[in-house]
């Protein structure tokens, strides 16, 4: 059974097509990210997961149940990306108050370690400051153990240091064999924390993947070396090549198999290779490739 089922979901608000469409599947065990821009309808896709928003057309299946049964059954937690804390409740009985609300819970101390409040356990969430409260805001998504965690945008308060702590936290989790899909602008946390990236626009599916194979898919490699004062003829025939620069001397080839570009470039020619980089396309380069509106 996949953690989550989207048949053709679409959602409407008014004249606003937010979501258009959405079919996808997510495998239980996985960390999925979902990435894309402002508006994305990143936020109206979790909201529906978690039963918050009706979608206008198309079918939801969490956990084989209807968002709403998943919830009543304590199968989801999420952390959203608004939600105020009780300033007056210390952390500790706001996590406890939360966990017992689910018939499996995480005992509190656990919690309180995995999302590194165990200090801060008697503190009023009133006096928390942001990046503390966005930790407080995780322990009570996982708090109840459940099987998937939805996360919206869970680092957007952080600075850098507390996003580590917090990757790192979350990593933990799913590595009990949990489910995670979390909503991010960022490139860089979608790479480095999930196994897979679904990159939305407009409300559709624009590409999924894992990060490689999204930049692979888009931009191809880079192979750039020292060519000094030697001929640059033959290169753009180069097995895999799609594009040649030069400059003052050093070349950059564009190519959708760096593999056979460069096996082609030592046994095929006869030019002395010097300082021979091979570099992936820029995930940032292939985001921005996927999600911008295409030419009218
Ligand atoms: N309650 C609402 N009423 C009207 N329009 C809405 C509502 N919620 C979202 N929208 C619109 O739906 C579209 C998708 O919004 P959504 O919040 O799902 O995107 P997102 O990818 O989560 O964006 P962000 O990264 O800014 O949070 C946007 O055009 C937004 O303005």
Redesign the pocket.
Same mark, same amino acid.
């Given at each position: 059974m996949n953690a989550i089922t989207l048949s053709a979901v679409s959602?409407s608000?008014?004249e #606003?097509l937010? #979501?258009d469409g959405l079919s996808l599947t997510m495998e239980r065990g996985r960390t999925v990210a979902l990435l894309?821009? $402002? @508006?994305? @309808?990143?936020? !109206? !896709?979790? $909201?529906m997961l978690l039963g918050l #928003?009706r979608p206008t057309a198309g079918d939801i299946r969490v956990l084989g149940h209807t968002p709403d049964e998943a919830v009543r059954r304590g199968e989801i937690g999420a952390m959203l990306?608004e939600g105020t804390l009780i300033p007056e409740m210390t952390v500790r009985e706001l996590v406890d108050f939360i966990r017992r609300l689910y018939p499996e819970p995480l005992p509190l101390d656990e919690v309180l370690q995995m999302a590194d409040l165990t200090a801060l356990a008697g503190r009023r969430a009133g006096k928390l400051s942001g990046g503390q409260a966005q930790r407080v805001r995780f322990a009570l998504a996982i708090a109840g153990a459940p099987a998937l965690l939805v996360l919206?945008?869970p680092t957007a308060a952080m600075d850098v240091e507390s996003r580590r702590a917090f990757w790192a936290n979350m990593r933990n989790y799913s590595a009990q064999g949990r489910t995670v899909l979390f909503?991010t602008?960022y490139l860089e946390e979608a790479d480095e924390n999930s196994d897979r990236v679904i990159v939305?626009a407009r @409300?559709k599916v624009v590409a999924d993947g894992t990060a490689a194979e999204i930049k692979a898919g888009v931009g191809g490699s880079v192979v750039g070396f020292s060519l000094g004062e030697q001929s640059s003829a033959g290169l753009d025939a180069l097995p895999g090549v799609t594009a040649v620069e030069i400059l003052a001397g050093s070349v950059t080839l564009r190519t959708a198999d760096p593999d056979a570009t460069v096996a082609a470039l030592y046994r095929g020619t006869s030019l002395e290779v010097r300082d021979l980089q091979i570099n992936g396309a820029d995930l940032e380069d292939a985001f921005l490739a996927l999600t911008q509106p295409a030419e009218a």
């Open positions: 959602k608000y008014g #606003v937010a #979501v894309g821009p $402002n @508006g994305a @309808g990143k936020s !109206t !896709t979790i $909201n #928003v990306q919206d945008e909503a602008h939305v @409300g």
